[in-house]
């Protein structure tokens, strides 16, 4: 059974507070039984010694008093006999604290026996009863007792007395349990209330993060609330969101710019070249212009992808997946399709299919063939591409989905182009919450998952 932990912060902290209150109430518990428990030895000590002590005066005056009668004490005895019963053994813990306080009051037993044993199970006591019928007091036949002998030196008899054990002290106990109660109920409470005013706008703050990102629009901005501190942090990040818009608006119209001012030019060079004599050469110098034409097209795109215009919308991604590779079987290309489960997803399929154009492509490119499938895992559905080609090293995978970087090391078109392709795709992914992920099979070969997320 897996355990389940609160993960948000305040459940975290609350479960940290509870857990550190009863450890410490438990270790608080343990001392006040053990003090409880010492009290009570020493109590069983002092009153034990002060019977063993006292008693032979009182039995001496009243049997001066009452002619000579029996003393009328029911826990203390005089007898030659040892006080212990077979099978009972001494208890050295309590012999050596009796000791201690009858060393005290001056008295050095010669011999000193302690032990412990059912009420009922004690001879003396059932003897005294019956002799007694008329006495009042009941002892509890159930409970336990203390049973001491001391021998003086020179005595020849034994001097007994008893001492009833009352178990614990229940009242102890259950003002321990309210007292813990009561610090669970005040301390977790006000902690409770105390950190809600802090998480409430950090969670507040967190989804409109997670909406900024997705959006990178600046409506809907949080009002600082909380304390001093989370105030701040909510004035920072709204500030913080501006110049990052600000920024991303601007560089939206620079690279509008830039691909006006650069297109435009480059169409009027595409008419002049056709002037030129020299087929070959013509060819050449038309070759470079749609290179270029196509890496700007490229930048743009990578530019545009980060802040799309378009709405999601609910799409049969195996109809797509399929329409595409369609694509690359009408221009006699080596891709094949494992279809599986009908998948429908809200996605932008126009930039969705860009991403498989650039996996696909790429595969075909370096690896001579691509094999595409389709398939659902757990709450993501995988759109794999793969490849028989040489694969990356794998100290590359991470270094390719980045922005003009490729494999092969020029930037010839016919070996590869600009280096945007995977980085296009990755951030096709991320816009869709999804991800990229690129791994070289056992067989050989690179392997492209693109990973989109099932449920939002």
Do not use: C
């Not at 609160?6 to 039984?33: D, E, F, H, M, T």
């Not at 601007?250 to 691909?259: H, N, P, S, T, Y």
Request: net charge positive.
């Amino acid at each position: 059974m897996r355990r389940v932990l609160p993960k948000s912060l305040l459940g975290q902290v609350l479960l940290a507070v509870a857990l550190a209150l009863l450890v410490a109430q438990g270790i608080s518990a343990v001392l006040l039984y053990r003090a409880s428990e010492q009290r009570r030895e020493m109590g069983y000590a002092n009153f034990l010694a002060f019977q063993l002590v006292a008693q032979p005066q009182i039995d001496i005056r009243q049997n001066t008093r009452n002619g000579g009668q029996q003393s009328r004490q029911l826990r203390v005895e005089h007898t030659p006999n040892y006080p212990l019963r077979p099978g009972e053994t001494i208890d050295t813990h309590r012999v050596a604290l009796l000791r201690s306080v009858l060393t005290e009051q001056g008295v050095v037993p010669a011999k000193l026996v302690v032990a412990q044993r059912k009420v009922a199970d004690d001879p003396y006591v059932s003897e005294r009863m019956r002799q007694r019928p008329d006495l009042q007091q009941q002892p509890d036949w159930s409970q336990d007792e203390v049973v001491a002998g001391l021998m003086r030196p020179g005595e020849k008899e034994w001097t007994v007395a008893r001492f009833p054990l009352n178990g614990s002290e229940p009242r102890s106990v259950r003002n321990l349990i309210a007292q813990t109660a009561l610090l669970f109920l005040v301390l977790v409470g006000l902690l409770a209330l105390l950190l809600r005013r802090i998480t409430h706008p950090l969670a507040a703050l967190t989804r409109r993060l997670e909406t900024f990102a997705q959006t990178r629009e600046t409506d809907g901005q949080l009002e600082p609330s909380g304390p001093e501190d989370t105030r701040r942090l909510i004035a920072a990040h709204n500030a913080m969101e501006g110049r990052i818009a600000a920024l991303l608006d601007e560089k939206d119209v620079m690279l509008g710019a830039i691909g006006h001012d650069l297109k435009t030019p480059l169409a009027a060079l595409r008419v002049r070249i056709e002037s030129v004599e020299d087929r070959v050469e013509r060819e050449r110098m038309a070759a470079t212009i749609e290179d270029i034409a196509r890496t700007l097209d490229d930048i743009l795109s990578l530019a545009r992808v980060g802040r799309p215009t378009d709405p999601l919308e609910i799409t049969d991604l195996t109809a797509l997946v399929a329409s595409v590779v369609e694509e690359f079987e009408d221009m006699n290309q080596p891709v094949t399709f494992e279809r599986g489960q009908r998948i429908a997803l809200p996605m932008r399929a126009t930039w969705l299919r860009r991403a498989l154009r650039n996996l696909i492509g790429n595969a075909v490119r370096y690896g001579g063939k691509a094999d595409v499938s389709l398939r659902r895992e757990g709450d993501d559905a995988v759109i794999a591409v793969e490849d028989q080609g040489p694969g990356i090293a794998p100290a590359e995978l991470a270094r390719m989905v980045e922005p003009f970087t490729r494999g092969e090391g020029s930037r010839n078109r016919a070996t590869g182009g600009a280096g945007l392709g995977l980085a296009i795709a990755r951030a096709i992914a991320e816009q869709h919450g999804g991800r990229l992920i690129l791994a070289n099979r056992p067989q050989g070969g690179l392997r492209a998952e693109l990973r989109l997320p099932t449920k939002r």
